[in-house]
């Protein structure tokens, strides 16, 4: 399919005056080519460039953009893009988004070079002496990023430090986020198949970051993007819903936007109203939810005005002289959320039951709002009377906003690599978020189900491994007790400087600064045993069939200690032909372990010795795998066939509920064969839905 035909910018009918509330990337696709220009002036073709980034900073030097085109012009010229156009107009498309949403100059300069580095003869040193050391340093990182693998196998030691690099200055990734957007307009050029994986890493990664950095601008496009390709049949019936609602004579939202707007200029209240659309998957979503669709479900109203006060004035009025729906009403102003979004949300009633949603905010805030860390600006500039409003609550450092400040804590934090991986994807996969309140007036901001483990933890960080329990509005609670949006907490805190955290509060830990700080406690303070077992699982007990033990019988090891009992470890899970190595435990036992599992360097530190052990004859094996996959209808069938086709023999399973339309699974296998295991997997990850699979990890409490 065409770029055109999967963008939803272009949906026909449905472009209109009314529907253009948002800042418009619609006309961003294709630049033009260098046209002729002298040297003192700026080449034709960044003039798009130059008017969007004049309308958002109408003093900036425009000698960096002209000086950077040209050098990125004649780098890549004669180089081609699939599309067979000049490669020069990819740059160019990149800049003219990122100059759309505000991008001060450094960025859209920074912007242009982005891709000399990588793929033409021009270095690093080049671009620093003749732009300067920011310039340098943002091209640096947008190169870096090039080469990191997004997907489930990505390498998760150089996924951190390439995040770390970038996560120091928010503007790296904003290009790369620009980048990859020009890129998903113009993937039609591409076989099908690889349209999918690149959608898919946008849907898994791309798209949670733009989210998590306020770049909603940005987010909505590529969703709707991913969701044309991925889901190309839900993608044309959402499409013709859109264009039918356009073509109706009576439109609901326009009636209801002319009532406020004489609501608001009898109340004497400067405010502009727009009609605000819904995105192609929002309406999807919509249309999920409720089933058939009415005209007020298609889009939003907007009300923009000066200054904060105005908001709640609007609010107020809008209260008092239609029918508000209270449950829908959000103060996201008074309690920013953590991508630094403000606005009020609130509701109002027709009188034929159709329900308006209307979003109240200022300019300055709708301008955060739709940009996010790019209408932060130069963060290395004094910042602005704008900025510094915008930036109030979580904004500490100008270059580390909200969650990407927590997020570089994170990985200083995490014992290991795997932990910080798993944990900023299990981060990405949250995409609701709720707001506590403490005794004091102060707020969390919170995943939805996040417990009150979770709620120590941020608001303590590691002290609270000395918390005793909580009070949830009132009324004392466990600390697995799951908290609810609005909720009061106050966490009891014990007096004892020995306090530890219970390995039992991971099961209840969601956010990633709880499990982070719980398993940095549990690596750092080992059990005598080392962490694989506890006295009272040296002798196994009868276990129900769906559950699996800690530590589990090796009928295939041999071991050289004569008479020892075997017991292959349940933190590392070694299977042949695993290159293993043994420790006794109490009770006179062996257990056998990974070579590179973390416990054998804790025990080898502490002075433990290692016991010669090798794989027997047989060659079966017992493994438990995690797999991870979106929901879809006959999803278990075909994993289950799958499996059963590669000789697996499925001893135990369990499917969690799904959660954000993903769901995990865990499965214990015996194979003739452990040599079949790569093969297993392999065949696992192929069946449609499934992104993930892997030797399930101690920290999910399986083998």
Same mark, same amino acid.
């Given at each position: ?18 529907? %253009? ?5 619609? @006309? ?153 957007? #020009? ?61 039918? *609602? ?20 009898? =109340? ?94 200022? #300019?300055?805030? #709708? ?10 600006? *130069? ?137 982070? =700080? ?33 530590? %589990? ?68 094996? %017992? ?58 997997? @392999? ?21």
């Amino acid at each position: 399919m065409s770029a055109e035909a999967t963008n939803p910018a272009t949906p026909g009918p449905v472009a209109g005056a009314r529907w %253009r509330a948002r800042i418009d990337l619609r @006309r961003l696709g294709r630049a033009a080519l260098l046209g002729p220009a002298a040297r003192d002036r700026l080449p034709d073709a960044i003039g798009h460039v130059v008017e969007a980034h004049r309308a958002h900073h109408p003093d900036a030097d425009l000698d960096p953009l002209r000086r950077a085109y040209v050098l990125a012009e004649s780098s890549h010229r004669g180089q081609m893009r699939k599309s067979g156009e000049p490669y020069i107009t990819h740059p160019l498309a990149v800049t003219l988004i990122l100059a759309e949403l505000g991008a001060e100059t450094t960025t859209l300069t920074a912007s242009l070079l982005h891709d000399t580095v990588e793929d033409t003869d021009v270095t690093l040193d080049q671009v620093g002496e003749q732009f300067g050391e920011e310039v340098r340093f943002l091209v640096d990182g947008v190169t870096k990023l090039e080469k990191v693998d997004y997907g489930a196998a990505a390498e998760p030691e150089t996924f951190r430090k390439m995040l770390v690099a970038t996560g120091n200055d928010v503007r790296v990734m904003s290009i790369k986020l620009a980048d990859r957007l #020009h890129n998903m307009r113009t993937l039609g050029v591409m076989r099908p198949e690889k349209q999918a994986r690149i959608a898919k890493v946008t849907r898994d990664v791309l798209i949670p970051l733009a989210e998590r950095l306020g770049v909603q601008a940005l987010k909505t496009e590529l969703e709707d993007l991913v969701f044309a390709i991925l889901h190309p049949e839900e993608y044309e019936h959402t499409r013709e819903l859109i264009v039918d *609602n356009a073509s109706r004579t009576d439109d609901p939202l326009a009636e209801v936007a002319d009532e406020m707007r004489t609501v608001l200029r009898d =109340a004497d209240i400067q405010a502009e109203v727009l009609i605000r659309p819904r995105h192609f998957v929002s309406v999807h979503r919509v249309a999920r939810k409720r089933g058939r669709l009415r005209g007020a479900d298609f889009g939003r109203l907007l009300v923009l005005v000066a200054e904060d006060a105005d908001c709640y004035g609007v609010l107020g009025e809008l209260h008092t002289c239609m029918t508000p729906v209270v449950a829908e009403f959000k103060d996201f102003i008074a309690v920013p959320k953590f991508n630094l979004y403000q606005s009020l949300h609130t509701a109002v009633a027709r009188e034929d039951g159709q329900v308006v949603e209307v979003l109240i905010r200022t #300019h300055q805030m #709708h301008k955060v709002a739709e940009a996010g860390v790019v209408a932060l600006g *130069n963060p290395y500039a004094p910042p602005s009377e704008e900025q510094s409003a915008a930036g109030e609550g979580e904004r500490i450092d100008p270059t580390r906003p909200g969650w990407l400040s927590r997020l570089l804590d994170w990985q200083e934090a995490a014992p290991d690599p795997d932990t910080f991986w798993s944990t900023l994807r299990e981060d990405l996969a949250q995409d609701r978020e709720i707001t506590v309140f403490r005794p004091d007036g102060g707020t969390l901001g919170l995943p939805e189900g996040a417990t009150c483990v979770d709620a120590a933890y941020a608001q303590y960080g590691e002290d609270a491994h000395a918390c005793i329990g909580a009070r949830v509005n009132g009324r004392l609670a466990t600390l697995s007790t799951v908290l609810k949006d609005g909720d009061t907490v106050q966490l009891l805190m014990g007096q004892d400087p020995a306090s530890e955290p219970s390995r039992e509060w991971l099961e209840h830990a969601h956010t990633p600064a709880a499990r982070i =700080a719980i398993q940095r406690w549990l690596a750092s303070h080992p059990s005598p045993e080392g962490g694989e077992q506890r006295p009272e699982e040296t002798a196994p007990s009868p276990r129900p069939a769906a559950e699996v033990p800690a530590v %589990r019988p090796a009928a295939n090891v041999v071991v050289d200690q004569p008479g020892a009992t075997v017991r292959l470890a349940g933190c590392c899970t070694p299977v042949p032909p695993d290159e293993v190595t043994g420790f006794s435990v109490r009770g006179g036992a062996v257990t056998v372990h990974r070579v590179e599992c973390a416990a054998v360097a804790r025990m080898k530190s502490a002075g433990r010795a290692e016991i010669g052990v090798r794989w027997g004859d047989t060659t079966e094996c %017992r493994v438990t795998l995690l797999a991870e996959s979106f929901v879809r209808p006959h999803l278990l069938a075909d994993l289950t066939e799958a499996m059963a086709l590669e000789g697996a023999e499925i001893v135990s399973a369990t499917v969690e509920p799904p959660t954000q339309q993903q769901v995990r699974h865990t499965y214990t296998v015996e194979l003739p064969d452990a040599a079949r295991l790569p093969d297993l997997m @392999r065949a696992m990850r192929n069946v449609a839905g499934v992104y993930d699979v892997s030797r399930a990890q101690p920290q999910t409490g399986q083998l």
